[in-house]
């Protein structure tokens, strides 16, 4: 059920639809698109087409038109992104900005967040499906390794996962590949990047480096500031350090713990676009992508991202598949870690058309150290989940106090601790996972002093890593279901104690969830059903670097950790083949040699392509198959506009004949909405069943191909029966069976059974207060069910009067909120209190019955905080140009209206509609 937000008192210019998620837009910065930005180039080493001139043309527009503003960056190259990052002293001038000869469009600067990775949290603390498989975890000794050494065998288990391992057993480290990372700056003193001279030293920016070199568009106060160097120097909390552990997975050589880079013998180039607080803007990440193509990096790694609609139409995105078509240069971009929030929640830029969107799949292991309780009669070897070893001043044995004698309470330090709670600070405190946060219960242990958490995994949950979010103390780890058990079950007998005299790092497989996707993973597609997931790797408690002062080392979970992987990858592919391949063709080859994974690993059925992808991630198998597939991928629509007859083209590119037999390899079908109300969007967990899935037919059905030879395959796709009121996705592989072992490739396909035409924009389910949306309220957040309401303004400085509250059901391409006369003639299509709907066709607002445009976006329902958008109407509005208006006495209505997916637009048939209750508008 959907709740209200509270009325917002905003500015008095007001910005119609508050509720987007993080008031994301910046005041008064643009960027202007010039006309011809992204022009196609030949070639697949790309020479900057740098032009300057359409600038300069529009500063002097600008002088002209006696503008104030403040340039922020300039896109001079036409085959990335033609444009102008612009700030205004005057809003009213954005008006100027679209009136420029070559404007071809104007977006807002929007801010941006890094794709958020979660630390010390166990990813399995949620309710999944029961796993038959009931052994949680068996340790395994792993040592340190340094693989830019030479070929020692490499144990990481990512590598193993991914079959990096076996290229590193072959001597290839990524030798002379640059992998640009645009994120939070980096640590480049770490040892793990300096060439093992110490801590505190660098290695940057010099021929040999790991991190060769790069960029800061951000002080650590999140202010403009241009630098050479990407060093950060960030308080330990917080995430500054998403950079130093996403470029460690690519680079890092350690030499005192187990996580090496993709390719140790590669550099990175450091980008740093966020602050300290996490905080960027797109415009800044576009100008460090346009700085990493003209710094010659081979690969571009994103673990950054926001909420999308489309595969089209947002800057940020139109750079990156600029980039991907014209410039040689694979993006590889973090997908997501919205997966709990069901289908058609796209993030962008990865679901962007031709970039590398990736998916995260689960760690096999987790990392640990050794310890040993004791209590009377009798000791224990446990195993506590963390990525840095417990600093522990000398002091290698510690008592153990449980906040609760009774075990597995749920609410286990969910509150704060009792008043005759001694002081902790010399004690290992033991408490249940539960339910609540770690940090809320690492917080309550603090008060009491405490130093040292250990949190017992629930029961039946799979080993889960935590690091806290606290440094240097307190620190947290994580023990198993079972270990906890034997602590609070002794402890109830008498003293228990932990002695860490002999610690060492440890791995702990998972046998409950290892190798399927991760929960969190997200799922698309984009509204025009486009995949928004390529690949996969591995995202789940990924040991790597961190900034020295957040101690060195840390395990995160998030696909900002699996984009680095598989941008380490595709450095090794290019180092390994040469550069002739396109990046499309990259891409390709990634996603199609992939392997698919089920759901889990008691349910006999392929995860969904919408979330995985063509699945996991296989380095080895995409470094030495002999074939090669175009498209790589089989994109169906919707059955209303159903594309289920499609070619595909298999090439042998090897030295040998192959044999290839086609099958069809189903993935389970996952279901938009509740069957009971059509409303509902299922959420976590979406279970894929082996129902209303395709049937596959190919022609030819067999083929023999020899070296350099090609054959057209036709596909032809049966849809399953299509379901409004639950819209299934389904999803599936095309396989094409090779008698080599490394030829056989699995081409990804996806559909929606259904109509996103017939899908409804706005959500008119009834809220708990029994009133059904969308709501038209007064600052009390009173329902206004009549058209006797007046707005008395006394100044313009008096608050906002009324509000209109709607919720969107999946997203539109163009909802426009408009200010129209009382006695307009219009009839919307869905009815409010005193305005019945339409019975023929809808007609359109005939021009002089409308005041003014008060807002025109695009908005997804993943842009929504809270779920309510909240488009408040005050003493003086801003248009879609952004010009100010004063309201004046009056009596008027609002209209918002809601473009249907898979429309043109250009007919009100095309939309949604809902005509407030009239009310007055009275000035004194």
């Given at each position: 059920?959907?709740?209200?937000?509270?009325?917002?008192?905003?500015?008095?210019?007001?910005?119609?639809?508050?509720?987007?998620?993080?008031?994301?837009?910046?005041?008064?910065?643009?960027?202007?698109?010039?006309?011809?930005?992204?022009?196609?180039?030949?070639?697949?080493?790309?020479?900057?087409?740098?032009?300057?001139?359409?600038?300069?043309?529009?500063?002097?527009?600008?002088?002209?038109?006696?503008?104030?503003?403040?340039?922020?960056?300039?896109?001079?190259?036409?085959?990335?992104?033609?444009?102008?990052?612009?700030?205004?002293?005057?809003?009213?001038?954005?008006?100027?900005?679209?009136?420029?000869?070559?404007?071809?469009?104007?977006?807002?600067?929007?801010?941006?967040?890094?794709?958020?990775?979660?630390?010390?949290?166990?990813?399995?603390?949620?309710?999944?499906?029961?796993?038959q498989n009931s052994d949680s975890a068996a340790p395994v000794t792993v040592p340190a390794t340094n693989m830019s050494s030479g070929p020692i065998p490499d144990t990481f288990?990512?590598?193993?996962?991914?079959?990096?391992?076996?290229?590193?057993?072959?001597?290839?480290?990524?030798?002379?590949?640059?992998?640009?990372?645009?994120?939070?700056?980096?640590?480049?003193?770490?040892?793990?990047?300096?060439?093992?001279?110490?801590?505190?030293?660098?290695?940057?920016?010099?021929?040999?480096?790991?991190?060769?070199?790069?960029?800061?568009?951000?002080?650590?106060?999140?202010?403009?500031?241009?630098?050479?160097?990407?060093?950060?120097?960030?308080?330990?909390?917080?995430?500054?350090?998403?950079?130093?552990?996403?470029?460690?997975?690519?680079?890092?050589?350690?030499?005192?713990?187990?996580?090496?880079?993709?390719?140790?013998?590669?550099?990175?180039?450091?980008?740093?676009?966020?602050?300290?607080?996490?905080?960027?803007?797109?415009?800044?990440?576009?100008?460090?992508?346009?700085?990493?193509?003209?710094?010659?990096?081979?690969?571009?790694?994103?673990?950054?991202?926001?909420?999308?609609?489309?595969?089209?139409?947002?800057?940020?995105?139109?750079?990156?598949?600029?980039?991907?078509?014209?410039?040689?240069?694979?993006?590889?971009?973090?997908?997501?870690?919205?997966?709990?929030?069901?289908?058609?929640?796209?993030?962008?830029?990865?679901?962007?058309?031709?970039?590398?969107?990736?998916?995260?799949?689960?760690?096999?292991?987790?990392?640990?150290?050794?310890?040993?309780?004791?209590?009377?009669?009798?000791?224990?070897?446990?195993?506590?989940?963390?990525?840095?070893?417990?600093?522990?001043?000398?002091?290698?044995?510690?008592?153990?106090?449980?906040?609760?004698?009774?075990?597995?309470?749920?609410?286990?330090?969910?509150?704060?601790?009792?008043?005759?709670?001694?002081?902790?600070?010399?004690?290992?405190?033991?408490?249940?996972?539960?339910?609540?946060?770690?940090?809320?219960?690492?917080?309550?242990?603090?008060?009491?002093?405490?130093?040292?958490?250990?949190?017992?995994?629930?029961?039946?949950?799979?080993?889960?890593?935590?690091?806290?979010?606290?440094?240097?103390?307190?620190?947290?780890?994580?023990?198993?279901?079972?270990?906890?058990?034997?602590?609070?079950?002794?402890?109830?007998?008498?003293?228990?104690?932990?002695?860490?005299?002999?610690?060492?790092?440890?791995?702990?497989?998972?046998?409950?969830?290892?190798?399927?996707?991760?929960?969190?993973?997200?799922?698309?597609?984009?509204?025009?059903?486009?995949?928004?997931?390529?690949?996969?790797?591995?995202?789940?408690?990924?040991?790597?670097?961190?900034?020295?002062?957040?101690?060195?080392?840390?395990?995160?979970?998030?696909?900002?950790?699996?984009?680095?992987?598989?941008?380490?990858?595709?450095?090794?592919?290019?180092?390994?083949?040469?550069?002739?391949?396109?990046?499309?063709?990259?891409?390709?080859?990634?996603?199609?040699?992939?392997?698919?994974?089920?759901?889990?690993?008691?349910?006999?059925?392929?995860?969904?392509?919408?979330?995985?992808?063509?699945?996991?991630?296989?380095?080895?198998?995409?470094?030495?198959?002999?074939?090669?597939?175009?498209?790589?991928?089989?994109?169906?629509?919707?059955?209303?506009?159903?594309?289920?007859?499609?070619?595909?083209?298999?090439?042998?590119?090897?030295?040998?004949?192959?044999?290839?037999?086609?099958?069809?390899?189903?993935?389970g079908t996952v279901y938009t909405f509740d069957n009971s109300n059509k409303f509902i969007i299922?959420?976590?967990?979406?279970?894929?069943?082996?129902?209303?899935?395709?049937?596959?037919?190919?022609?030819?059905?067999?083929?023999?191909?020899?070296?350099?030879?090609?054959?057209?395959?036709?596909?032809?796709?049966?849809?399953?029966?299509?379901?409004?009121?639950?819209?299934?996705?389904?999803?599936?592989?095309?396989?094409?069976?090779?008698?080599?072992?490394?030829?056989?490739?699995?081409?990804?396909?996806?559909?929606?059974?259904?109509?996103?035409?017939?899908?409804?924009?706005?959500?008119?389910?009834?809220?708990?207060?029994?009133?059904?949306?969308?709501?038209?309220?007064?600052?009390?957040?009173?329902?206004?069910?009549?058209?006797?309401?007046?707005?008395?303004?006394?100044?313009?400085?008096?608050?906002?009067?009324?509000?209109?509250?709607?919720?969107?059901?999946?997203?539109?391409?163009?909802?426009?909120?408009?200010?129209?006369?009382?006695?307009?003639?219009?009839?919307?299509?869905?009815?409010?209190?005193?305005?019945?709907?339409?019975?023929?066709?809808?007609?359109?607002?005939?021009?002089?019955?409308?005041?003014?445009?008060?807002?025109?976006?695009?908005?997804?329902?993943?842009?929504?905080?809270?779920?309510?958008?909240?488009?408040?109407?005050?003493?003086?509005?801003?248009?879609?140009?952004?010009?100010?208006?004063?309201?004046?006495?009056?009596?008027?209505?609002?209209?918002?209206?809601?473009?249907?997916?898979?429309?043109?637009?250009?007919?009100?048939?095309?939309?949604?509609?809902?005509?407030?209750?009239?009310?007055?508008?009275?000035?004194?």
């Open positions: 059920m959907r709740f209200l937000l509270p009325f917002l008192i905003l500015q008095q210019a007001i910005p119609a639809f508050a509720g987007l998620r993080g008031d994301d837009i910046v005041p008064n910065a643009f960027i202007v698109k010039f006309k011809n930005s992204g022009q196609s180039v030949s070639g697949n080493d790309h020479t900057a087409s740098i032009d300057d001139s359409v600038h300069t043309a529009f500063e002097s527009f600008l002088g002209q038109a006696s503008v104030d503003f403040k340039t922020n960056f300039k896109f001079t190259d036409k085959s990335l992104f033609h444009g102008y990052s612009v700030n205004l002293a005057n809003a009213a001038d954005v008006a100027a900005l679209h009136s420029f000869g070559e404007t071809d469009a104007v977006y807002p600067v929007r801010r941006i967040k890094l794709t958020h990775s979660k630390r010390g949290v166990s990813i399995n603390s949620r309710k999944s499906v029961k796993s288990s990512p590598h193993l996962m991914t079959g990096v391992d076996k290229l590193h057993a072959q001597n290839y480290f990524g030798k002379s590949a640059i992998v640009g990372v645009i994120d939070s700056g980096i640590d480049h003193h770490h040892d793990a990047f300096n060439q093992h001279r110490g801590y505190g030293n660098t290695c940057f920016g010099q021929k040999g480096c790991p991190i060769g070199g790069g960029r800061s568009f951000l002080d650590d106060a999140s202010n403009s500031s241009i630098s050479n160097d990407p060093q950060i120097h960030c308080p330990a909390t917080g995430d500054a350090g998403h950079g130093t552990h996403t470029a460690g997975t690519i680079v890092a050589s350690p030499r005192d713990r187990n996580c090496p880079g993709v390719i140790p013998d590669g550099q990175v180039y450091a980008y740093r676009v966020f602050g300290c607080d996490g905080g960027g803007q797109n415009d800044v990440l576009m100008a460090a992508m346009q700085q990493a193509v003209h710094d010659k990096v081979d690969i571009i790694s994103m673990s950054i991202g926001g909420p999308g609609i489309f595969s089209y139409g947002e800057p940020l995105g139109e750079l990156a598949t600029s980039i991907m078509r014209n410039t040689g240069i694979p993006v590889v971009i973090s997908a997501g870690n919205d997966g709990n929030s069901g289908l058609f929640f796209p993030s962008s830029p990865a679901g962007a058309r031709d970039v590398i969107g990736v998916g995260s799949i689960n760690n096999n292991m987790r990392s640990g150290f050794t310890a040993k309780i004791t209590f009377n009669g009798g000791s224990k070897d446990i195993v506590y989940m963390t990525g840095n070893e417990w600093a522990l001043n000398g002091t290698k044995t510690w008592p153990v106090y449980v906040t609760s004698k009774i075990p597995n309470v749920e609410s286990d330090g969910c509150d704060d601790l009792p008043d005759d709670t001694p002081d902790l600070s010399k004690y290992v405190v033991v408490m249940a996972r539960g339910v609540c946060g770690l940090d809320k219960k690492t917080d309550s242990a603090h008060k009491k002093g405490a130093k040292l958490v250990l949190f017992y995994n629930n029961p039946g949950k799979a080993p889960g890593t935590s690091d806290g979010s606290y440094w240097p103390s307190p620190r947290s780890a994580m023990l198993s279901w079972e270990d906890g058990m034997v602590i609070t079950g002794q402890i109830a007998k008498g003293p228990v104690t932990i002695d860490f005299t002999a610690s060492k790092a440890i791995a702990v497989e998972d046998t409950l969830t290892g190798g399927n996707p991760s929960d969190f993973s997200q799922y698309g597609p984009t509204m025009d059903l486009r995949m928004a997931t390529s690949v996969s790797g591995v995202g789940t408690q990924i040991l790597s670097t961190y900034p020295i002062n957040a101690g060195r080392y840390v395990t995160l979970i998030g696909t900002s950790m699996s984009c680095p992987q598989v941008a380490g990858i595709t450095a090794l592919f290019q180092t390994i083949k040469g550069k002739s391949e396109t990046p499309l063709q990259i891409r390709s080859v990634l996603t199609t040699t992939a392997t698919p994974v089920a759901y889990n690993r008691s349910l006999n059925v392929l995860d969904s392509v919408a979330r995985q992808g063509g699945g996991l991630v296989n380095a080895f198998k995409a470094v030495n198959t002999p074939t090669r597939v175009w498209p790589d991928r089989i994109e169906l629509n919707d059955t209303a506009y159903f594309n289920g007859t499609q070619t595909l083209t298999i090439t042998n590119v090897g030295k040998e004949e192959q044999k290839f037999t086609t099958s069809h390899l189903p993935a299922n959420e976590f967990p979406l279970v894929p069943v082996n129902e209303d899935q395709a049937q596959l037919t190919f022609s030819p059905t067999s083929f023999t191909l020899a070296p350099g030879k090609s054959q057209a395959v036709v596909v032809t796709v049966k849809a399953p029966a299509p379901s409004q009121s639950t819209l299934p996705v389904f999803s599936g592989y095309a396989q094409f069976q090779s008698n080599l072992e490394m030829g056989t490739l699995t081409v990804p396909y996806l559909g929606v059974a259904g109509s996103m035409h017939e899908i409804h924009v706005f959500n008119t389910t009834l809220n708990t207060d029994g009133n059904r949306t969308p709501l038209f309220i007064d600052s009390n957040n009173t329902v206004i069910k009549d058209d006797n309401f007046t707005y008395v303004i006394t100044s313009d400085d008096t608050p906002p009067g009324v509000a209109l509250n709607f919720t969107i059901t999946v997203g539109s391409a163009r909802v426009t909120l408009e200010l129209v006369y009382a006695n307009t003639t219009f009839v919307p299509t869905i009815p409010s209190a005193t305005v019945t709907k339409t019975t023929t066709a809808p007609q359109p607002l005939r021009k002089e019955e409308r005041v003014g445009i008060l807002d025109d976006e695009p908005i997804s329902r993943g842009m929504i905080d809270g779920g309510v958008i909240t488009a408040s109407f005050g003493p003086s509005w801003d248009d879609d140009k952004d010009q100010k208006h004063n309201v004046t006495s009056g009596h008027y209505r609002l209209l918002v209206r809601g473009q249907k997916l898979f429309t043109l637009g250009d007919k009100e048939v095309d939309f949604e509609s809902w005509l407030s209750p009239a009310f007055y508008v009275k000035r004194t």
